[in-house]
Each structure stands twice: as C-alpha cells, then as structure tokens.
C-alpha cells in the first residue's frame, strides 16, 4: 500500500485536483491519499489557511465574519464549479465553517486552530467528493476516528493508539482522503501540528498502515545536490538515506520539516518526493540504506547566521567534567548548539545567532568565567556552516584532501572543521562572506568537471 | 633573576655536580637552584629514589634497615669524595636517615614520603656544601621555610601563602640550593608532589620571585618536532608558546608533567629546557607568545590508544541537553574524554582506552540506551590522535588541505577531524596501524623538503 500526501499547491485549483485524480488512479496501491488546505495557484494568490486566519481574527475581534467567511466559501466554489460538483459541498463547506466560527472562543488558541485546519478537512470533503464523481470510489475519513493527539500545553504529537486506531485504513475498497495537519485529543478538542503540517499526518498514516511507501506530492521535481540559487544547475538527488537528508537538512534541502519524517523513520519505510506538474519525473527517494554509486558525495548544504562560543583554560583537557558543565550552562540559557570542536586547552561552541542576545551572551561570558575559572571566554560571529555529505564518503580515503583543496583555492580560510566517526558528514565552518564562493567550488570537486 | 631546576641524571655523581657548579657560576642571575636526588649515572645503575623506597620498605616490614641505610649513605660518600668534601656531610646526612627511619610509622604513606624526600633534602645540602666549598657563596633552604602544602587526603599543592613566603628567597648574597619534589603541611607534615616532582618545585620558586626566567636543565638538547623514534632526524624547537606546548603534550613530547609549569605560566614567566651535559645548546624556549618564523607548524605529535564512543539518535541535534547528559555519564564513570566530533544526529566521543573496562563499556552503553533512547551506541577501538600544532597555522589558508593531502597519499583513511577555532591545532583521528607512516608523511610535508 502507498499512502500519498498532496501539498498546498497541488490541491490549490480544480486543475491541480485533476492532477491528484489522475496520479492516485494510476497505481491502484495509492490507497490513502492525505491532503493539505487549498495553497496559492499563482504567486500573489492567499492560501486558504490565511483566508481562514482572517476570519478568525474577524471572529474574535467582532470584524466582518460574513464577508470573510464568503470568501473562504467562494476558493471552494471556484474549484468545485470547475470540477462539475454540484451545490451540495459547498453547503457543507458553509455549515461547517459557521459552526466553527460559532464555537466556543475561550481558548483563542484552540478557536484559531480550529478554523485554520478546517482548510484541510473541508478540502479532503471535496477531494473525496470529486473522486467519485468520476467513478473513483473514495471516502473522507475524519482526524476524528482515529487519530488521538497529546492534550495542551505540550505541543501536538500523535499518541501511541492513534498507530492502532488507524492501522486498518486503507483496507476497503475506498480510497481514504483524509485532511492533513491536524488530530483530536481524547476529550475531542482539534489541535494542529504545529511544525511539519500534513507531512507529519502522511507520515503517520503510512506508519500506522506499515505502508510500502509514502510519497510526497509537491511541486518540485527533486531534491537538489546544492542550492541552485548559488550553484547553476545542480544535479537532482534520485535517492537518498535518512541519514544523508538529516545532514543536509540545513538551509537549501528544507523539503521536510525535520519531525515529519519520524514515524516513517521507525519503521524503515521508504519516502518519495515527486512533482503533481510532473508526475514521470523520477523524484527523490529516502530510504534506510542505498546501494552505492560512483560519487562519494551526495549533497552539500551551506547555512550563514552561526556564532562561535571560544573557551580556553590551561590544563583543561585534565578537568573532569569542563566540558559537560559549560554545556550546562548553555543548556540554562535554553541555547542548542550544532558542533563542539576542540583542542587540549580550548573548546568552541558552535550556536546559532539567532538564539542569542547581548544579554544571553554577557550572563553566559561571566558564568564561564566565575564558575569554570577560563582564561578566555568570547564569543565570535557571521559563520557559515557548510556541510558535505554522502554514504558514500565512508572510507572515501583523499575526501577530505580534496574538499579542503577546493576551499583553499578560493583563498577562504577554513576556521573549523568537524568530522565525525560516522564519517557521512564533513562540516567546515568559514567565514559568512565566502560562503558562496566555496559552495560553488565544492560542487564543482565533487559533482561538475573540472575545467582547469 | 634566573631559577633553575637540575634534574636527576645532573646531579648523579661527582663529574655532573661540577657542570651544575660550572653551569650556575656562568650567569650571576642564577640566584635560585631546585635540585633533584642523584639519578641513574648509568642505564642500569639504581636512582637514590629507589634506593629509599626500598629502605622504607624494610622499615616498615622489620627488614635489613642498617645495610640499606649504608647503602644510601654510600652514594652520596662516593660524590662527596670525589668533589674532595670531608665527612661532615655525610654524617648529617646519614643522622637525618636514621631520624627519618625511627620516625611515626602509623601512617604509611607519608612514612615512605618523608623518606623519598630525603633524597632531594639531603642532595641539596650535599650541593650547598660543595658549592661553598669551591668559594661560590651558597645556602641550603629548607621546604620547611615557607613551601606549605595544603593537607591531606587532597592531592598535594603549594598553598597560596607560599608564594608569599617565599618571595624574597634568592635576594642576599647567596646562591640558594633548595631541595625539589616536597613541601610541609601547615601543622609542619612532610608531603611530596606526586606528580611533576622537582619540575613543581622550581616552578613555585621562580613564581614566587617573580623570575625572569626559569631554566630547566636535564639531558636532551630541545624538545624534537616530532618523535625521534619515528621520524629520522626531526628539527629541534627552538621556541614555542605554552599553547604550543599544550597542546603537543601527547606522546613525544612529555618533557614537562601538565601539571608542573602551572604557577609560571599564570605569570607568563619563560621557561627553558636545557641540556646540563651540552649547556651551550639554545635549547627549547616556551614562552606566552612569540613572533611568528617562516613556518607554521611547529610540532606534530601522535598517541596511540583512543577509543570512540558512537551514539547516533535521529532528531539529535533538536534536542536541547542531549550532548550535556552523554557527557554527564561518562563523568559518573570518572572517565576524561579528548574530543566530541559531532553530525547533525551523532556524536563521537574519543576517550583514552586505558579508561574502560569492558564493564565500563557495557554500563554506559546500557545507560545511553536507556536514558537517552539513542538509535546507535557502540564502542570503537585502536585508534590514534595526531596533532599538527603551530601559532602560524592561525590564518594559513592551505594548511588543512596540506595536511590531509599528505595524509591521503599514504592510503590510510582519516576517521576524525578536529579543528577548533583557535586555528592553533588540527586534530586526526587515524586507526593505529598506519600511525608511524602519517607521522612520516606529515613531517615530510611540514619539515622536510620533498623528494618527488
């Protein structure tokens, strides 16, 4: 079985639910189908779940909530009118939308939330609607039957009973469409997905039907080897490991939200990304493990915006316990940290700027200072982490020669790198202003001929 | 004001207590001498040292006092001989064994630790007497005037108060002889340093003076820029700074215990190592800082017998604390780490094997496991750390490229790179066999000129 989600863009026109028709009916395995609210079908379009947060805020603040609700109503209209639906969803699409708008508004929090998601379930309505209208035997199931999330103020997960609830989905002769993004807690109250939207809703019904596959329906045709808005004309990635897409998943490779991923990951199942406007495309495939290629490199991500915390003391490397403290401290602060380079006597911190703040930076300076008794605390910024990966870098003896050759042919200097016992990631920290310069002579080492 | 510290190979015999005479009288700065007890004066000849642990030994277990004693006694008659001293020496020297022996025997650590001591105590004034016997004005100083340590069970240090008292040693006319490797509690209890000895004490003294120099005279020319077991032939140092010196502390290069230029290198005093069979040598010269020659690695250093511990844990790198809670397992077992090369979703942490026990192993693979639900935990061993180290690779672009090249034409496969933002060391992790051809390679790219 292949459950398939369906992004923003792939759902947002009668023209792009067509696609989505034609796609699921292609491979009878694509039994589930989860969809995400209508997204925009040109560059200044709204996004349903925009149109939706207006209203909401209409709601709340005494504004124009039939005005606004008409709107949402009238993205519906547009896409079933097309679709040769007849009035009937569109009604329940109305109904639907002014109960939620009439709902309770004490949790503010909870009402916005409920009025957003209704982008998704009143879409998976019309979806199903429209599938059997063409001879497509399809049903809309609810978050509701099945998939149970944690109560507030944790942030939305599914719970453990959700896996069993669902795990018979799929089964009957019915296509599931089923709306992204959100679940109910036990009492019955809707909560969003707050990170990763309807990737993580595919991502758990594919867990829980222990699905062959789920494919990711969006609007690219690939993940890319580098940034092809610095790099010209990148190759596309066809297939790649979990682990290959963690280490990329800074800046450029954001095709999922980190979480979404996890349920799937557990249980091994392979993740495809292909094009809606280009289904034939082969797309790319995440998997647990891959045969090796030729190249050692997969892929080469680069992010700015990181600072360095640089501590030293003589004799630290004898301290018991220097490193886990200053760590601490960190973690006081609430900071995360992405690397820890050293040496005998000094230790950086790699974080990224983001999370600071003069203060932070002042309190953590002076408890460095008083508590561990350093020589020298500061910190540094305007770094550029820049990753290279690839399985295929294992026991790739010369890799690291040649990664540092290219940098040091474009005059940069490299003020960190880290390589890790698993050795599927090389990490160089530079300079934030050369950070173009050396993505492009990376790519150009390990993907692109070198024209000398 | 110069203070020097003799080791124990030069105050051996009669022949090496004239090149120390000869020595201290070159320069009138020479104001303060730390002497060792008589060493080895051939490789299989037996340390003034040993020769006491034995005779407390025999103390302890009612053994043969009287011909062990003797046996002491003798090897500071035949210098005292030599250097035409008559007997009154001898007999203060053979009375203080004698009192030492029929001292408190209740606690018997500090029983066979005032009996070690004697050996540097009575060495000094054997050299005071001859000093003021050839008409260099001299004066033996008791650690009793002034060195307080502080008490047990902590490991033994000189209190702050000792510098304190000790400031004005040195200032009169005379040459001051004072015995290394002891100090006296407040309540007047004899305690040695355990480790770094005599190199301890003439560092306390040349802090508490506030020195210009502290020379440390033993029986190699310089320290190598690499090991001379290894690499055929390796330039001598001539100057380094203590950062340098730290950070090349591994194998090769243990001409100083860690612990022992602490107090000089808090008052960035420099120190110097000197060979007191060769004194016209330069010698190696630490200092805080210095002006940077052509080139710009200044040592390389490499240890065998690291371990990795390997924790992989999808979402890793999200998860505030993760990196302090692994450290604070291993901190529980009282196991010291080097480095934490890290990827988004895995850490590494290297660790001296001679820490683990298979039991150690197993617990904190159990612990990782439980208490941090890592995916992956396993223990990797046979590895070994190089360290390229040098003030000049701050800033040289290429430096890293050079050295993984160099590395890379052996065919060995790095496992680890550190480079931490000082710039000052770059870090290799190597498996263990191919260690002694990296060195080889890696001095021939920074040392020597290659022969293609």
Redesign the interface.
């Known amino acids: 079985m292949i459950v398939c989600k369906f992004g923003g863009t792939s759902v947002a026109s009668a023209e792009q639910i067509k696609k989505v028709a034609n796609i699921v009916k292609s491979n009878p395995d694509r039994k589930i189908v989860a969809v995400s609210a209508p997204g925009k079908r040109y560059s200044e379009d709204i996004k349903v779940t925009d149109l939706l947060i207006d209203l909401a805020n209409s709601a709340l603040n005494n504004g124009d909530v039939a005005g606004k609700l008409a709107n949402v109503v009238n993205r519906y209209k547009d896409i079933t009118d097309e679709l040769g639906l007849d009035q009937t969803i569109c009604d329940v699409i109305a109904k639907d939308l002014q109960e939620r708008v009439n709902s309770d508004k004490s949790n503010k929090v909870l009402f916005i939330d409920n009025l957003k998601a209704s982008g998704e379930d009143n879409n998976a309505k019309l979806i199903a609607a429209y599938f059997n209208s063409i001879g497509m035997k399809a049903k809309y199931v609810s978050p509701k039957d099945g998939l149970v999330v944690n109560d507030l103020p944790e942030r939305t997960m599914a719970l453990p009973e959700a896996y069993e609830n669902l795990k018979d989905l799929g089964k009957g002769d019915e296509i599931v469409v089923f709306p992204g993004f959100f679940g109910y807690t036990k009492s019955g109250t809707l909560r969003t997905f707050d990170r990763g939207g309807s990737d993580i809703t595919g991502s758990i019904l594919a867990a829980a039907v222990k699905a062959d596959l789920y494919e990711n329906f969006t609007d690219v045709d690939c993940v890319f080897s580098a940034n092809p808005t610095v790099v010209n004309d990148p190759v596309g990635i066809t297939e790649l490991t ?2 290959e897409m ?2 990329l ?1 800074y800046s450029g490779f954001s095709v999922f939200h ?2 979404a991923l ?1 349920p799937v ?2 249980l091994g199942i392979p993740v495809t990304i292909k094009n809606t406007n280009n289904p034939s495309a082969p797309g790319t495939k995440i998997v647990p493990t891959r045969p090796l290629n030729g190249r050692p490199v997969t892929g080469i991500s680069a992010d700015s915006g990181f600072s ?1 915390l ?1 501590v ?1 003391k ?2 630290m ?5 220097f ?2 403290k200053l ?2 401290i960190i ?1 006081e602060e ?15 911190v790699i974080i990224r700027s983001n999370q600071l703040t003069p203060e932070a930076e002042d309190r953590i300076i002076k408890r460095v200072k008083d508590e561990l008794h350093a020589d020298d605390v500061h910190f ?1 910024h305007g770094f550029t982490l820049i ?1 290279i990966v690839g399985e295929g870098m294992r ?4 890799l ?2 040649r ?3 290219a ?2 042919r474009t ?17 160089f ?1 530079v300079m934030q202003h050369s950070e173009n310069q050396i993505l492009r002579a990376l790519y150009e080492e390990f993907f692109a001929p070198i024209t000398v």
Chains 1, 2 share one sequence.
Do not use: F
């Not at 490397?317 to 316990?321: A, P, V, Y």
């Not at 026991?395 to 010369?398: D, E, H, Q, S």
């Open positions: 979990y682990r963690r280490e998943s980190d979480e996890m990951y557990r360095i640089y030293s003589y004799l490397n004898r301290e018991i316990g490193g886990r760590l601490q973690e609430h900071i995360s940290y992405e690397h820890t380079p050293s040496g005998l006597d000094d230790i950086s540094r990753v026991n790739n003896t010369g690291a020669a990664a540092t050759s940098i040091s005059g940069a200097n490299i003020e960190m790198i880290n390589q890790g016992s698993s050795e599927v990631s090389l990490v920290g």
